[in-house]
């Protein structure tokens, strides 16, 4: 099995599930469960490629308080190498509020820790130690961001492969430095609202086309129409999968762990995008984006039923 390290923030999500609708200014409305749950992009990725069987390490800063401690202990409670976490009393950890209706989501999110983190704290000793890394939500990570390329160049140069979910840039502004940056990135997963917001196109296939530089692949989450990507030019589909769906915070990061853990393992390209869907689709039988998440089992029972 291929060492994941997994490069990013951590923050608690406050979950607020079946909101009768979301929240607008001078309104208050309710919703029908609550609760405290492990949050951020890429802890729910990490979470789960643990939760499906693959060796895990964490690097990413907290603050010295008792969100950072939750944090921590549900990375450990998970099984994942939490050494290289680095708790700073001067930061205080990051929290997302997360408004769900049976349809969709909205999220508000006090950045705290998240934009320390940078590539000076991922050191080469670090990277030795894994075969892969990965990075979620670069636009949260303010000090990092800059720094990806490098960071990604250096892990290339020692031997690891790469990957990238950007998550949704707050500011929507996207950036420019898109096609130099995935020029060291092996896989890149954003979802079709990224997608088009990066590649300035409004459909999924011209999206990708825009993007496509020969060598990444780049594979478009697409909720509960599956996901897809470009193959020979031509676009590659796989559709979702139909559950009884709670809550679809975090199934993106779920989908991320269930391609990573096909795709590290040699499988197909179709195959790796079935196995995102279907784990991105299991996380939602739970609320938040870990309570539920698919072990190896589950997501081949689903895989199978639908063959």
């Known amino acids: 099995m291929k060492r994941i390290l997994v490069a990013g923030e951590l923050n608690v999500d406050l979950v607020f599930r079946d909101c009768q609708a979301f929240p607008a200014p001078g309104r208050e409305v309710l919703a029908e469960d609550a609760a405290m749950v492990p949050g951020s992009s890429s802890m729910i990725c990490a979470m789960g ?11 990413g800063k907290a603050g010295a308080d008792g969100w950072g401690d939750f944090c921590v202990s549900a990375l450990q409670g998970a099984g994942i190498d939490v050494a290289a976490v680095q708790r700073d009393p001067a930061l205080r950890t990051g929290i997302t509020a997360a408004f769900s209706t049976r349809s969709d989501r909205a999220l508000v999110t006090f950045a705290g820790a998240i934009g320390a983190l940078r590539a000076a704290d991922i050191g080469d000793e670090l990277l030795g130690r894994a075969d892969h890394l990965h990075v979620s939500s670069c636009y949260l990570q303010s000090a990092l961001r800059p720094e990806l390329k490098s960071l990604f160049a250096r892990a ?10 950007p998550g949704f840039d707050p500011e929507r502004r ?38 496509d530089n020969g060598r990444t692949r780049i594979v478009a989450k697409r909720g509960r129409h599956g996901c897809a990507t470009l193959e020979r030019g031509q676009l590659l589909e796989a559709p979702g999968f139909v559950v009884d769906a709670v809550d679809s915070t975090g199934a993106g990061d779920s989908f991320d762990a269930g391609f990573l853990h096909a795709w590290l393992r040699g499988l197909p390209l179709l195959d790796a995008m079935r196995w995102g869907n279907a784990c991105g689709a299991l996380s939602t039988r739970g609320v938040g984006g870990t309570a539920r998440q698919a072990d190896a089992a589950e997501a081949q029972t689903l895989l199978e039923g639908a063959a």
């Open 49 to 59: 490629l643990a939760r499906l069987g693959n060796p895990v390490a964490f690097a």
């Open 156 to 165: 290339r140069a020692l031997g690891l492969g790469t990957s990238l979910d």
């Open 174 to 211: 996207w950036g420019e430095e898109w096609q130099a940056l995935l020029a060291e990135v092996d896989l890149f997963l954003p979802n079709d609202v990224e997608l088009a917001g990066i590649s300035g196109c409004e459909s999924v296939l011209d999206g990708l086309r825009a993007l």
